[in-house]
């Protein structure tokens, strides 16, 4: 499944070890799971609203595993498999480390809801941080307290909240188009691609800064592998392309590996 739904983050999770590698796979689907139904093209928002909030409310209950299957099994007719085997990739999770996992899928959840209720208004770079940071920052923040969990790694969570919201800023960049064919909009009043570019490198520098203070191990090559991507996509858009191909993914996580 992690191969089916991402193509940046299926190799960097491939290559954790243990505990950490379920940890980290059941947060990155379940996450991806609620994506899914926020950014579904056929289901009415007021749908996406009220699933969203449920899981929402499912993930801060008593039996959240058990409130998510029956929640979302029932669904299949209408939601993508990542999504309605939800519960699966939370039974996955490590059990000393589903409390920030859950805590955090729960407040992505809300926070997306929030967006579509609003349908996705982003009008000021205010408004774009606050989105990013929902969707993507707090994927940064959850990240460190998985590190923490896992070796005891103490990280700025600034920096973190800022490595993620870069990797949002640089699929933003590349949807660009399929985003406006389904009418929603991204980039704040007036601002152009340069300004985009702009605002991506300067969350990405500080990104690289996150990742150069993490120690030697497993959590700095998975950091390192997406940002590395990260970068080369940027100058692959400024220059008129716009995907990495697959030799050029390869040969980049090799020298990083």
Avoid at 114 to 130: F, M, P, R, S, Y
Avoid at 199 to 212: G, M
Avoid at 224 to 232: D, Q, S, W, Y
């Amino acid at each position: 499944m992690l191969k089916n739904t991402s193509r940046t983050f299926f190799i960097p999770i491939n290559k954790l070890k243990g505990q950490l590698q379920d940890a980290v796979a059941s947060a990155y689907l379940c996450m991806r799971a609620i994506d899914e139904i926020e950014d579904h093209p056929e289901l009415p928002e007021s749908y996406k609203v009220e699933k969203l909030m449920q899981v929402h409310e499912a993930f801060l209950s008593d039996q959240p595993i058990e409130r998510i299957e029956q929640l979302l099994t029932k669904e299949q007719q209408l939601l993508p498999e990542v999504t309605y085997r939800m519960a699966e990739w939370a039974s996955l999770c490590p059990e000393s480390a589903r409390t920030a996992v859950f805590r955090h899928t729960a407040k992505m959840s809300k926070q997306m809801a929030e967006w579509v209720a609003v349908d996705w208004k982003i009008e000021t770079e205010a408004d774009l941080d606050g989105y990013t940071y929902s969707v993507a920052g707090m994927v940064g923040e959850m990240l460190s307290d998985i590190w923490y969990w896992y070796d005891g790694t103490i990280t700025d969570r600034n920096k973190a909240v800022a490595f993620g919201r870069g990797l949002q800023a640089v699929n933003i960049l590349r949807n660009r188009q399929e985003d406006m064919e389904r009418g929603v909009n991204f980039f704040p009043v007036g601002w152009d691609m340069q300004q985009m570019v702009q605002y991506t490198l300067r969350n990405l520098s500080v990104a690289d800064e996150y990742v150069r203070e993490l120690k030697e191990g497993q959590p700095r090559t998975f950091c390192k592998i997406p940002l590395t991507l990260a970068h080369a996509t940027v100058k692959l858009i400024k220059s008129g392309g716009n995907k990495l191909t697959r030799d050029t993914v390869l040969r980049l996580v090799n020298s990083i590996t």
